[in-house]
């Protein structure tokens, strides 16, 4: 009986992981428009998340953009465009204003990747973390998420493109979401 669970675990668990990762991987990318202001490379069998499931998954008074989303609904990759003002060469503040404020908002913050950098002609600060939130004594389980993130300045707004999954998916979705992150192009510069 003991061996059942240890060939379950070592076994069978990363079989199932190898498979799902190839799926995933296997998911044709295909170049997508994030509303009027840019396009990317987004896994053809996600789909537009509508107004009202965008409103049922994020609640706030300034929805996204848009949001595609995986046929579970547990993986995102969302535009939003921030009215905060900043200026087209502030962009190394704004990398580190948004470093402090992604630290302040999870419990547990494990960056990967924390960079300014070219992407298609266009400068971005990017972050790769996964991060961990919990409120103690809540009773709420405690949620574990994989992030790759990127902020560019357009005419002085923030434009945020995000990718998030549940982090035990994370080395399922590693290089997908930097080729996914690598591909947007700005449209409405």
Not at 58 to 80: E, G, H, Q
Not at 117 to 143: C, D, H, L, W, Y
Not at 162 to 177: K, M, N, Q, S
Request: proline residues 6%; glycine residues 4%.
């Amino acid at each position: 009986m003991t061996r059942q669970p240890a060939f379950c675990t070592y076994i069978l668990l990363p079989a199932f992981l190898f498979l799902l990762g190839s799926f995933i991987s296997a998911d044709k990318l295909v170049r997508r428009p994030m509303g009027d202001r840019a396009t990317m490379l987004i896994p053809e069998s996600f789909t537009l998340m509508s107004d009202d499931e965008m409103a049922l998954k994020f609640p706030s008074s300034r929805k996204p953009v848009c949001i595609y989303t995986n046929p579970a609904k547990t993986v995102d990759i969302s535009l939003n465009v921030n009215i905060t003002p900043w200026g087209d060469d502030d962009l190394q503040i704004l990398a580190d204003f948004q470093k402090s404020n992604i630290k302040q908002m999870y419990n547990k913050v494990t960056f990967t990747k924390e960079e300014v950098t070219k992407i298609n002609k266009r400068k971005f600060a990017v972050f790769e973390f996964t991060s961990q939130s919990e409120e103690p004594g809540s009773g709420k389980p405690v949620i574990r998420k994989y992030t790759y993130i990127e902020y560019t300045v357009m005419k002085g707004k923030v434009m945020v493109i995000h990718l998030d999954a549940p982090a035990g998916e994370a080395p399922l979705w590693r290089e997908t979401a930097k080729k996914i992150m690598n591909s947007v192009k700005i449209t409405g510069a």
